[in-house]
């Protein structure tokens, strides 16, 4: 892959609503301290991991007032209905927030899908994106998947969705984690080859805890490379840290304009990279 620039890259955040007063005090320390790497955003999860839709704008309402950092919204829209994410996208403007990250969210296992037979729902993204943009000029990132989605045929049809919702005017995707920077590149490429001129972020896991990211990264069909399975099998104190800065390292020496990284709400090891890397 040629060298895309030869600029620092631009980083930014994401977190998750806290679920307990002593987490949403920690995250408030963590957030502190990451706003200092001056990100171009940091964003909130939605309903994500089991955690309550709700505690979205309130965790936003907290953060905004502890730092002074653009900061975005997941949105997912399979469980509500249009008329619902009208109201909730107008409380998100209202409340000064200019970044959605639009996603459809996983679909309901237990529950028959719609759950409103009356009611009327977003479909694809795509569609999802456009009325957003309707609705409020909204800054908006979509998701990217470069092992592709654990639902998509192929990872050729996952590409053409992706460019419905970079057609429909999204400003960035944000990938899926990975551990393998070859397949970002790699899916850069087909990305490329398939007409997406949409910048293509990577969001990158610090791997805390090895067991859970492997039950995530199966269900979400990102693959873990064999030689982190040698390597957690006897783990250094600072292996989680070596990884993730390896990454970095060489995501910034193919000349990556942004990197998100999914924080899990802790600023280690992300904070220490962003200083060991100059990233501001
Ligand atoms: P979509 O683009 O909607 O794709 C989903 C499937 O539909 C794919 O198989 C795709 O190929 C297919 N598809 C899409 N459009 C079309 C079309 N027009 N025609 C035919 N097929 C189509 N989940 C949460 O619950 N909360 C969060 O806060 C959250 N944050 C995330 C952040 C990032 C950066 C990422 C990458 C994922 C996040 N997720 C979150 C997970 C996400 O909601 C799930 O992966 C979801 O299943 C897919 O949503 P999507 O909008 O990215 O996918």
Same mark, same amino acid.
């Given at each position: 892959m040629p060298p895309l620039s030869t600029n620092t890259p631009s980083i930014s955040f994401e977190f998750f609503p806290p679920k307990s007063e002593k987490s949403a005090f920690e995250l408030l320390a963590t957030v502190q301290d990451l706003a200092r790497h001056n990100p171009k955003f940091m964003t909130v999860t939605f309903g994500a991991g089991g955690n309550s839709q709700r505690g979205t704008l309130e965790t936003l309402k907290n953060l905004q007032k502890a730092a002074p950092v653009p900061f975005g919204s997941h949105l997912t829209y399979i469980s509500l209905t249009r008329r619902e994410l009208d109201h909730y996208t107008d409380l998100l403007w209202d409340h000064g927030i200019r970044h959605l990250v639009a996603l459809r969210g996983d679909m309901p296992q237990d529950l028959v899908w719609p759950l409103d037979q009356d009611a009327e729902y977003y479909q694809y993204t795509s569609d999802?994106?456009?009325?957003?943009? #309707?609705?409020?000029?909204? =800054?908006?990132?979509?998701?990217?998947?470069?092992? &592709?989605?654990?639902?998509?045929?192929?990872?050729? $049809? =996952?590409?053409? $969705?992706?460019? &419905?919702k970079c057609d429909a005017g999204a400003t960035r995707a944000i990938t899926q984690? !990975?551990? =393998? /920077?070859?397949?970002?590149?790699? !899916?850069? =490429? $087909?990305?490329? #080859?398939?007409?997406?001129?949409?910048?293509?972020?990577?969001?990158?896991?610090?791997?805390?805890?090895?067991? #859970?990211?492997?039950? !995530?990264? *199966?269900?979400?069909?990102?693959?873990?490379? *064999?030689?982190?399975?040698? &390597?957690?099998? *006897?783990? *250094?104190?600072?292996?989680?840290?070596?990884?993730?800065?390896?990454?970095?390292?060489?995501?910034? #020496? /193919?000349?990556?304009?942004?990197i998100h990284f999914y924080t899990l709400n802790k600023s280690v090891p992300v904070s220490g990279i962003c200083d060991k890397f100059n990233l501001i």
């Open positions: 999802f994106v456009e009325a957003l943009l #309707k609705r409020h000029p909204f =800054d908006i990132s979509v998701g990217a998947y470069p092992e &592709k989605h654990p639902d998509a045929p192929s990872l050729d $049809a =996952d590409l053409i $969705a992706l460019k &419905k984690f !990975f551990f =393998d /920077n070859e397949v970002y590149y790699r !899916f850069l =490429d $087909a990305a490329t #080859k398939a007409g997406i001129t949409t910048p293509i972020v990577p969001g990158l896991l610090p791997i805390h805890d090895f067991t #859970k990211v492997c039950s !995530f990264a *199966s269900r979400c069909h990102a693959s873990i490379p *064999s030689h982190l399975h040698e &390597k957690f099998e *006897s783990p *250094s104190p600072s292996l989680a840290e070596d990884l993730i800065s390896e990454q970095v390292e060489d995501l910034v #020496k /193919n000349g990556v304009p942004h």
